[in-house]
């Protein structure tokens, strides 16, 4: 899928940008001073924010690789951790806020590794506190790299030696052989972003089926990796009931419920200025012109008692076939807790204590209580 390989004149010399080189040996490469070059490349292009899907540029990571979430005081955060090696997705799904995030949008794939794991060592180091859940998909999807570069080959064993922070890789893709025969020690969670095959075929351009995914979920199972899923942004649609009650009973028919670390629920929310870029380049697509109202947060949002019926029938659906597994809401307040799960956060400690507590269990960590 990559048309075009830019290197950053700074790092034209490291060993990660020779092992993308003989990966894409075919791709034209050019080698630049900076970014602006490669933001050049997409000037007059139709559609830049599709074209950058196609664009790879390896250069440094200037700032730090370690992040907190970017939340909002306004809605319950979980306390993740964000480890950034790169920026951007092959894949295209109408309500990937990406695509309004970045300008212009394009692949970058950090190759700096060593101040990567320095980073870690210093956190783990720390012990401040003891415990970290950390994932490398906020900014992108975490195996999309895998083709190119073998990220997880150098990631996953790092992980598997320390016992103060687990590994959270999210995808839509299938591309989990590189994780086949890893030392990881269960200190790394495979998770799949999960949709109805009715969203996956409108709204997600060259993902990875439903069906393709929990086989690849049950793979990684079998190789003893727990797991985790995000139903993430569940749309609102005529039968969306039945379909997502069948995937439900899906993900249960594939993979075993004590393995699963957690499950998040969030409904689809975006900016503003996300919509005419939908409008635009999702013609078909339907997921905007719903019953809206705008968030706390500035991002528009179902209305709550929407979204609470929503969240009461997944949540039904979910404890029907596997009580005990951890339900969370990505950016929901203490009401949608309340209505929905029954609880809210502070009951039990915290959302980040919650979470912790069931990686711990499931990761083979003791933290403190």
């Known amino acids: 899928m990559i048309s075009r390989l830019y290197i950053d004149e700074a790092v034209k010399h490291h060993p990660a940008v020779a092992t993308v080189q003989e990966s894409l040996a075919a791709v034209p490469v050019s080698v630049v001073p900076d970014a602006v070059k490669v933001h050049e490349s997409l000037a007059g292009v139709q559609d830049p924010i599709g074209e950058g899907k196609r664009v790879l540029f390896l250069t440094r990571n200037k700032g730090p690789f370690i992040r907190k979430c970017p939340g909002t005081k306004y809605y319950i955060c979980c306390g993740y951790q964000i480890l950034h090696i790169g920026t951007y997705c092959t894949m295209d799904c109408a309500y990937c806020i990406l695509q309004a995030y970045f300008h ?20 783990i180091w720390s ?181 609470i019926e929503l969240y009461q029938k997944m949540a039904a659906w979910i404890r029907e076939l596997a009580p005990d597994v951890p339900l969370y809401f990505c950016m929901e307040d203490r009401e949608v807790w309340k209505k929905s799960l029954g609880f809210v956060p502070e009951d039990r400690g915290g959302l980040a204590k919650m979470l912790d507590k069931s990686a711990a269990r499931h990761c083979g960590l003791r933290i403190d209580d």
């Open 104 to 123: 212009p949008p394009v692949l970058q794939y950090f190759v700096n590794q060593g101040r990567l794991f320095r980073e870690l060592d210093d956190l």
């Open 127 to 307: 012990s401040k506190p003891p415990f970290h859940r950390i994932g490398t998909g906020e900014f992108t999807d975490s195996l999309i790299w895998e083709p190119w570069t073998q990220l997880s080959r150098t990631m996953v064993p790092y992980f598997a030696q320390q016992d103060q922070l687990v590994l959270e890789l999210k995808t839509k893709t299938t591309a989990v052989e590189n994780l086949r025969g890893l030392e990881h020690n269960k200190k790394t969670i495979v998770a799949w972003s999960l949709n109805s095959p009715t969203i996956i075929r409108s709204e997600e351009r060259g993902t990875a089926g439903m069906r393709a995914r929990l086989r690849a979920a049950a793979q990684c199972e079998a190789w003893g990796y727990p797991l985790a899923f995000h139903f993430d942004p569940l749309i609102l649609y005529e039968g969306w009931e039945k379909d997502y009650r069948r995937l439900v009973r899906e993900l249960f028919a594939t993979v075993s419920a004590q393995n699963i670390v957690w499950i998040s629920l969030g409904s689809f929310r975006f900016m503003p200025s996300l919509k005419p870029i939908i409008r635009r380049r999702f013609q078909r697509s339907k997921i905007i012109y719903g019953e809206f109202i705008p968030g706390l947060d500035g991002k528009m949002r179902y209305f709550k008692p929407m979204r």
